[in-house]
């Protein structure tokens, strides 16, 4: 009996679609998931630019006004000097290049300007860059814990317990998370900012807790963990080292973007006064303390919020970077260039006769 050619697939697509897969699967053989994900996430331009700003805010921020009893490299701390205002209004010193309309580049005493009793605008706003990160992180750290141990509870073992964590669950999503942070932020904001940003993690799981219930309910039913328990693992080491690793991703992904959520809550409830309190400072309280000098002295105004979206910003990127790379359907397009080699290469390829491999199956012409 005569072999024919197999007659190709149709659709136009599914030859690129192989190309694009077997681009990807030559670019991590060899590599473990770790070197993958960092790979993916390396290769991630949104990430390495968030990832680069908010590194650079962060160094800015520690080293110019110092941290605790580290002293920083700037000269003043904020305190009101009002015998010592600058330029009138307290206006900025700091100047443009003449090739972007300004008069010349030059930073000056206090290149963000001073408010109306004479304090540095720039010390101010790098202490409230250091409160707002410290509450942002306390935040992301504690609802981690807290949606984490709920969704894992609730995932693996069902039944009551997951019906009961749900309700719990569904009973702080329905009351607006502006709402409790701000009776939080009243009871717990004149403490101190470290209270205040506990407590505003203990209201901000219940997304979190969604999620890593979703991915237990998934994994808890895979072959792996099967084998785990008929192996004889234990309740502890099936959840530890079996179903947890493997959820890291999302884990991670989801409190990445609830810090930055975080930080816009903790800017929204010192606005409103019921956040961080005086003599502690925030970009949020910074924002409220000058409010009203918007139309006179906008420096005043602009300078924290634009850090506070730089922050958010960057924050959203990485994100998205740790999104993509532990994400694994999420594929990278190739190059045309990389294109163009890989069908280079396949064009190269020696075509083996279908016959020959027949006879070799035991088929006979």
């Given at each position: 009996?005569?072999?024919?050619n ?34 993916r ?9 968030g ?56 930073i000056?005493?206090?290149?963000l ?19 707002s ?11 981690c ?8 509870l ?40 470290l ?13 979190l ?22 192996a ?9 080292k ?11 992904v989801?409190?990445?973007?609830l ?6 809550l ?10 961080i309190?005086?003599?502690e ?11 009203s ?5 906008p ?14 910003l ?9 999104r993509?790379?532990?994400d694994p ?9 990389k ?10 390829e020696?075509?083996v ?9 035991g088929?006979?012409?």
């Open positions: 009996m005569s072999t024919q197999p007659t190709p697939p149709s659709g136009g697509d599914q030859p690129t679609e192989h190309l694009e897969n077997a681009i990807e699967l030559h670019e991590v053989a060899g590599l473990s998931q770790g070197q993958i994900v960092r790979r996430f390396f290769r991630h331009k949104g990430a390495m630019i990832l680069g700003v908010l590194v650079a805010v962060i160094l800015l921020a520690f080293s110019s006004v110092g941290f605790g009893p580290v002293p920083g490299w700037w000269k003043y701390t904020g305190a009101p000097d009002p015998q010592n205002i600058t330029n009138p209004g307290g206006s900025p010193t700091l100047s443009l290049p003449t090739w972007l309309g300004g008069t010349g580049f030059a000056g005493e206090h290149p300007g001073q408010d109306e009793i004479g304090r540095d605008m720039f010390a101010q706003v790098m202490k409230g860059i250091q409160t990160l410290m509450v942002m992180l306390i935040i992301g750290v504690v609802s814990v807290v949606g984490v141990l709920v969704g894992s609730a995932g693996f073992y069902r039944g009551r317990i997951d019906t009961f964590l749900m309700r719990t669950t569904d009973l702080f999503i329905t009351v607006p998370a502006l709402v409790i942070g701000a009776v939080v932020g009243k009871l717990a904001g004149g403490v101190s900012g209270v205040f940003a506990f407590a505003l993690g203990l209201i901000l799981w219940p997304s807790a969604r999620l890593v219930r979703g991915e237990f309910l998934s994994l808890r039913e895979r072959e792996f963990v099967d084998a785990a328990r008929v004889g693992a234990s309740t502890r080491r099936i959840i530890f079996h179903i947890l690793p493997n959820a890291i991703g999302v884990i991670i989801s409190t990445t973007l810090m930055s959520q975080a930080i816009l903790e800017t929204a409830l010192s606005y409103i006064h019921f956040g309190t005086p003599p400072v925030s970009l949020g309280r910074l924002i409220s303390d000058y409010q000098a918007f139309a006179t002295r420096w005043l105004f602009w300078w924290p919020g634009l850090f506070i979206v730089v922050i958010a960057s924050v959203n990127f990485i994100g998205d970077g740790l993509d790379a532990f359907r999420q594929k990278r397009i190739p190059s045309e260039r294109m163009a080699r890989a069908e280079a290469a396949a064009s190269r020696p075509v006769p279908l016959q020959i491999q027949g006879r070799g199956n088929l006979g012409s």
